[in-house]
């Protein structure tokens, strides 16, 4: 893996993505965010040596260098998910790419069903702690140690002076931001009636498909990190119905607005 890490980044280099401070990991429906960018470099993932491709419909495949806030940030415009046949390691390497760039903060959205159901959909949650059950982790092969201490410490993996920041920029701007735990499962079918139950009895607020493995690595890299989910779905085990993915992804949409001022307004205090 550290062959291919090095092609990866001498080929960004060439390209022009000079010492980013921040990654952002954009997710489902949360692609607008790269209007407010002024883009310097992008790139299609399927360019990119050793690099993954999206395979799902609504995530875009790009990889962009630009300016925000007045920091120089990297931004996945689509993500990879175990669902789509990748491994756990192809999942995350893009999160090595951009660390070995130079980033120092990752940021990553997306979309996720509240299974707190004080939570709403069209609200956002930001991620205090996560439960991993895709089954594996992203650590798990050999020569791990070659990149970051094996054993990585998880107690505190979101960095809590930004999840402050956050909080604080949710209040000032009247923006409704819970806090709590994401549970992250494979998928890509939903989950039943007993699982959210399941899910619910273990202590999780909102359940996804994603962040949990890039959270890890990022972890691992000593990055600091912060998440924040937007609520697409009410996930009620006593009411539940056949859900509309075209709906979820429209949610998304439509709580876009909220994640843009909060990211923007982070980006410029760190």
Same mark, same amino acid.
């Given at each position: 893996?550290?062959?291919?890490?090095?092609?990866?980044? @001498?080929?960004?280099?060439?390209?022009?993505?000079?010492? %980013?401070?921040?990654?952002?990991?954009?997710?489902?429906?949360?692609?607008?965010?790269?209007?407010?960018?002024?883009?310097?470099?992008?790139?299609?993932?399927?360019?990119?040596?050793?690099?993954?491709?999206?395979?799902? /419909?609504?995530?875009?495949?790009?990889?962009?260098?630009?300016?925000?806030?007045?920091?120089?940030?990297?931004?996945?415009?689509?993500?990879?998910?175990?669902? /789509?046949?990748?491994? $756990?390691?192809?999942?995350?390497?893009?999160?090595?790419?951009?660390?070995?760039?130079?980033?120092?903060?990752?940021?990553?959205?997306? @979309?996720?069903?509240?299974?707190?159901?004080?939570?709403?959909?069209?609200?956002?949650? $930001?991620?205090?702690?996560?439960?991993?059950?895709?089954?594996?982790? %992203?650590?798990?092969?050999?020569?791990?140690?070659?990149?970051?201490?094996?054993?990585?410490?998880?107690?505190?993996?979101?960095?809590?002076?930004?999840?402050?920041?956050?909080?604080?920029?949710?209040?000032?701007?009247?923006?409704?931001?819970?806090?709590?735990?994401?549970?992250?499962?494979?998928?890509?079918?939903? /989950?039943?009636?007993?699982?959210?139950?399941? +899910?619910?009895?273990?202590?999780?607020?909102?359940?996804?498909?994603?962040?949990?493995?890039?959270?890890?690595?990022?972890?691992?890299?000593?990055?600091?990190?912060?998440?924040?989910?937007?609520?697409?779905?009410?996930?009620?085990?006593?009411? +539940?119905?056949?859900?509309?993915?075209?709906?979820?992804? @429209?949610?998304?949409?439509?709580?876009?607005?909220?994640?843009?001022?909060?990211?923007?307004? +982070?980006?410029?205090?760190?």
């Amino acid at each position: 893996m550290i062959k291919y890490i090095e092609e990866t980044t @001498a080929y960004l280099r060439e390209k022009g993505f000079d010492k %980013p401070e921040i990654g952002i990991i954009l997710g489902t429906g949360l692609g607008q965010l790269i209007a407010e960018i002024t883009i310097i470099k992008e790139v299609s993932y399927n360019h990119i040596p050793n690099f993954p491709t999206a395979t799902v /419909e609504f995530h875009k495949g790009k990889l962009i260098y630009g300016e925000l806030e007045g920091k120089k940030i990297m931004v996945m415009q689509g993500r990879f998910h175990l669902y /789509e046949g990748y491994s $756990l390691q192809d999942v995350t390497y893009p999160v090595r790419i951009m660390e070995k760039l130079g980033i120092h903060t990752l940021l990553v959205s997306n @979309a996720s069903g509240a299974i707190n159901l004080n939570f709403k959909k069209g609200e956002l949650m $930001l991620i205090d702690d996560h439960i991993n059950l895709q089954g594996g982790s %992203p650590l798990a092969f050999k020569g791990v140690s070659q990149l970051g201490e094996r054993f990585a410490d998880m107690s505190a993996p979101y960095d809590a002076e930004i999840n402050k920041r956050f909080e604080a920029i949710a209040k000032t701007n009247n923006i409704k931001l819970h806090k709590g735990v994401y549970t992250s499962v494979v998928g890509p079918q939903l /989950e039943t009636r007993a699982e959210y139950r399941m +899910l619910k009895i273990m202590g999780t607020d909102a359940v996804g498909m994603s962040t949990v493995p890039e959270i890890i690595v990022a972890n691992h890299l000593k990055l600091k990190v912060a998440a924040v989910s937007v609520l697409t779905d009410e996930c009620d085990p006593d009411n +539940l119905k056949p859900v509309d993915i075209s709906e979820i992804i @429209a949610m998304a949409e439509k709580a876009e607005p909220e994640m843009i001022v909060l990211f923007k307004a +982070l980006i410029k205090t760190l």
